[in-house]
């Protein structure tokens, strides 16, 4: 049981910054490749970007490629996406999500936090 807690959205501008959090429970975190996403009203769920177990590997949308930025620190049980250079096409909620190294879907989900870009 992986439980997800994403915190650090709100309002901006555009051309702004925003970090946003992920806290995970237990102690398998380092057992579970991590995902961003993202819904805008109207929009369907969309991917922003990936981690895997170790760090290693990371991919992006590419939509925020060269923008966005995910990290993750294992000691700390928490994943990160810096966000920079925002847009108001950005604006959506955030949710992070967990999927363990050999299944094929994310399968923990987070709360979501909200993302305003104002223009």
């Known amino acids: 049981q992986v439980q997800l807690v994403e915190s650090g959205g709100g309002l901006v501008q555009a051309g702004g910054s925003l970090r946003l959090s992920c806290a995970a429970s237990?102690?398998?975190?380092?057992?579970?490749?991590m995902g961003w996403f993202r819904q805008a009203p109207g929009k369907e769920r969309e991917f922003v970007a990936s981690i895997s177990m170790s760090g290693g590997n990371t991919n992006y949308a590419d939509s925020v490629k060269g923008r966005f930025t995910i990290s993750r620190d294992n000691a700390k049980n928490t994943v990160y996406l810096q966000m920079n250079k925002l847009k108001p096409e950005d604006t959506a909620v955030y949710y992070c999500?967990?999927?363990?190294?050999?299944?094929?879907?994310?399968?923990?989900w987070g709360q979501g936090t909200q993302v305003t870009v104002s223009s």
């Open positions: 237990g102690r398998t975190f380092s057992t579970y490749a």
């Open positions: 999500a967990a999927r363990y190294w050999s299944a094929n879907y994310y399968e923990y």
